[in-house]
Nanobody, 121 residues
């Protein structure tokens, strides 16, 4: 089994900062892409940022220059530094990882349970 545990959500004022963390544990052979998605009420889940095992990053246009994703491959950990947060970014943020549990199995997507981020004064 594979588990993704997120932490760091909470309430922040507009313009403030938060840091989200996600750790992957369990039966892991390798992990390729890891990332953060978010889902606001009544909206579809959307990609916020992702990072490959080699460190290549991809960001949603709306967060470029304000959010930074980083990864520690030794710890199976990713962080998302979020700055200049906006009220419209209030959402549940989900961690995602593509995990191979054994050498002969394909990569499969796993998700965390989500952490609430609320941007409000």
């Amino acid at each position: 089994q594979v588990q993704l545990v997120e932490s760091g959500g909470g309430l922040v004022q507009p313009g403030g900062s938060l840091r989200l963390s996600c750790t992957v544990s369990g039966s892991i052979f390798s992990i390729n892409v890891m990332g953060w998605y978010r889902q606001a009420p009544g909206k579809q889940r959307e990609l916020v940022a992702s990072i490959t095992s080699g460190g290549s990053t991809n960001y949603a246009d709306s967060v470029k220059g304000r959010f930074t994703i980083s990864r520690d491959n030794a710890k199976n950990l990713i962080n998302l530094e979020m700055n200049s947060l906006k009220p419209e970014e209030t959402a549940v943020y989900y961690c995602n990882a593509g995990v191979r549990t054994t050498w002969n199995r394909p990569f499969r997507d796993y998700w965390g349970q989500g952490t609430q981020v609320t941007v409000s004064s």
